[in-house]
């Protein structure tokens, strides 16, 4: 059986890439665990928990995910797969009856707040930024009351509706050819 770690949480861009990569790899007995960050991914490759993790590696428009650089520069590993998603980015807040005149805060993983600048600075250009370690983390912690109901979240549009957040808007990356790059991977036997 293939025990396979992500990125992120469930409904986060890594969940739908792990989904994908299963599916076009072939794999079929295999169990997805949502492991939050890179670094997570590794402790648990090196201590056996997890055959394989999937990360992304880098993003169209800003470049490689240097959550991975960082972890995995001195790491060898093998590339079982690779997916190329196309990343469209959504505002969501707690619910309809927050005015979005009264949201102060933007809060989403580095990768999402800087895929969005150019949006957020014509449409939100008074909220600041509040860094989450995922995307699908902000929005569950914005749900669960984590975060102050005058903070709007950076999702995937299947994030939000699984948290019972409300949809401000959709598809405001700055680049609507936004793709990233995931690679499900295992530790090389190479030292």
Known sequence: MYIIGYMGIEGSFSDIAAEKLVA??????????????????????????ITHGVLAVRNSSVGPVSEFVNTFQNVHYDIIGEYILPIHHCIFRKNPKIAKSSLTVMASHPQALAQTRDYRKVHFPELTEQVIDDTALAAKWLASGQLPENTAVICSEKCGPLFGLDLIAHNIEDASDNTTIFWLLTLSDEK
């Open 24 to 49: 076009e790899t072939g794999i079929r007995d295999a169990k997805c665990i949502p492991m939050t960050s890179a670094k997570n991914i590794l402790q648990a490759l090196q201590n056996g928990e």
